[in-house]
C-alpha cells in the first residue's frame, strides 16, 4: 500500500522519507487545508528527497473556485514544478455549484502532463461524488484525495470502498488517518493513504504576546482581496 506524507517543511519531508513513505505531497500551512510551498521549499526538498515529490498546487486557503488570476497563478507553480523536476501535482478546480470545473482540471492536467495529477480534498465537497468520477478519469486524473465526503476517512470507508470499485483512478484516503487506523483502509481495498504524522515542537513562550493569527482571515466562504478604494483613500490621506 501506498503511503503518502503530507509535508510541511524540509525536515518533515526528511522525516518522512526516513520513516520509509513512498512519496510526499508538498505544502504549507496545514491549518487551512494546504497551499502551494515556496519556491525555496521545493528546490531544497527536491535535492534532499530521493523519493518522490507532489506539490499542493492551490494559491490561498478559502473555496475552490478560483478567479482568472489565480488560476494564471496555478498554472505558472505547475511550469516551475516542472522545471524542478517534481514528479506530480496536486490540485483541482470546482465551479461555484460545488461540481467540478471540467474545463479548468483539464487545463491543469494537460499541462502537468507527464506528472501524475492528483485531484485534491475539493472531492468532497462535490455534491455529486459519482458523476465526478466519470468526469476526472477521462482528464488523466491519476488519483483522488478524499475522506469519503466526511470529516474524517474512517468515517468515510464505506463510500471509500465504493468509489475505488468504481474508477480505475487511484482513490486514496486522507482525513485523520493514524496508526490506529490505517490497516482499515488497506482492508476495504484501497491502495493508497495519505497522513501528516504531525506533532508540534519547536515551542516558545509567547504568553502576552501581540497575536498574529487572524480570525477574520480564516473564512472558506469568501476570499480576502485588497480593495483599490480603501487604499487610495490611505494614500490620498498621507501623501
Not at 525555496?40 to 535535492?47: A, D, K, P, S
Not at 522545471?83 to 479548468?104: H, M, N, Y
Not at 488517518?177 to 501528516?196: D, M, Q, W
Not at 513562550?205 to 482571515?217: A, C, R
Amino acid at each position: 500500500m501506498l503511503v503518502e506524507v503530507c509535508a510541511n517543511s524540509l525536515e518533515s519531508a526528511i522525516n518522512a522519507q526516513k520513516a520509509g513513505a513512498d512519496r510526499i505531497e508538498l505544502c504549507s500551512e496545514l491549518g487551512v487545508g494546504g497551499i502551494t510551498p515556496s519556491l525555496g521549499l521545493i528546490q531544497r526538498v527536491r535535492e534532499r528527497l530521493t523519493i518522490p515529490v507532489h506539490v499542493l498546487i492551490r494559491p490561498r486557503s478559502g473555496h475552490f473556485t478560483y478567479s482568472e488570476a489565480e488560476f494564471e497563478v496555478m498554472k505558472a507553480d505547475i511550469v516551475a514544478c516542472m522545471e524542478l523536476g517534481v514528479q506530480g501535482v496536486v490540485s483541482g478546480v470546482l465551479l461555484k455549484d460545488f461540481s467540478v470545473d471540467v474545463e479548468r482540471t483539464r487545463q491543469l492536467v494537460e499541462l502537468a502532463q507527464p506528472m501524475h495529477f492528483t485531484f485534491h480534498r475539493a472531492f468532497d465537497w462535490i455534491g455529486d461524488p459519482i458523476m465526478a468520477l466519470g468526469q476526472l478519469e477521462p482528464l488523466g486524473v491519476g488519483t483522488i484525495l478524499t475522506s469519503g465526503g466526511h470529516p474524517s476517512a474512517e468515517k468515510g470507508l464505506e463510500p471509500l470502498e465504493d468509489w475505488q470499485k468504481r474508477t480505475s483512478m487511484t482513490i486514496m484516503a486522507g482525513g485523520g488517518v493514524s496508526p490506529s487506523n490505517a490497516t482499515k483502509f488497506k482492508k476495504i481495498g484501497l491502495r493508497a493513504i495519505h497522513c501528516s504524522g504531525t506533532s508540534f515542537g519547536n515551542k516558545l513562550g509567547v504568553s502576552g504576546k501581540i497575536p498574529m493569527n487572524s480570525v477574520k482571515h480564516l473564512a472558506e466562504d469568501g476570499v480576502a482581496t485588497t480593495q483599490l478604494e480603501t487604499v487610495q483613500s490611505i494614500v490620498q490621506a498621507v501623501k
